[in-house]
């Protein structure tokens, strides 16, 4: 979340600056263009990351390393009012993308089915379109990270198997 997202979130809850219009850095030419045609055919994008600790972390625990976000992608996508770590929760915006508590059970069922191999799905939730994709750990620095003591892996990570995976929330701006 802390590449692509301010402000950092490494080793707590992601918490937006509830006043930015977006969340989302666009780091190059490729993610700049992206954004800017998304935002040109108002589609509003949110994203939320989660890690293995899904599976075995109940919500009501609130596990940062089971679920973080949701992060605006583009400009003016509506938040939620509440997020783990927010002391108070933000006035509500209307058509939000879901809360952290709603998106859990989502988060959940797309871990499991990486695990098993499956290369994710489409769900609509709400006004939002769902899609769910896993990370994969295609390189040996990821699994530096996430098999080390800063990345706090509740089980060894292994070459080309999921570490955990992305749902993006989408749809054209409410009118």
């Not at 809850?13 to 850095?25: G, I, L």
């Not at 609130?62 to 679920?67: S, T, V």
């Not at 499956?118 to 990821?142: H, L, M, Y």
Request: hydrophobic share 40%; with cysteine; net charge positive.
């Amino acid at each position: 979340m802390s590449r692509a997202v301010n402000p950092l979130s490494f080793g707590s809850h992601y918490t937006p600056t509830m006043t930015s219009h977006r969340d989302f850095n666009p780091e190059n030419i490729t993610e700049m263009k992206v954004i800017a045609d998304l935002e040109g055919r108002k589609i509003q994008v949110g994203f939320y990351l989660f890690g293995t600790a899904v599976v075995s972390s109940e919500a009501a625990t609130l596990n940062y390393r089971a679920l973080k976000g949701p992060a605006a992608m583009t400009r003016n996508t509506p938040r939620p009012a509440w997020y783990p770590g927010l002391a108070k929760p933000a006035a509500p915006q209307p058509g939000a993308l879901p809360g952290w508590d709603a998106i859990y059970p989502l988060a959940r069922k797309a871990m499991r089915s990486s695990e098993d191999g499956g290369k994710g799905f489409e769900r609509t939730f709400d006004t939002w379109n769902i899609a769910a994709r896993p990370v994969i750990a295609s390189q040996e620095r990821c699994l530096m990270c996430h098999n080390g003591e800063l990345g706090g892996a509740s089980h060894a990570a292994k070459l080309n198997q999921a570490i955990g995976g992305v749902l993006y929330a989408f749809r054209r701006a409410q009118d």
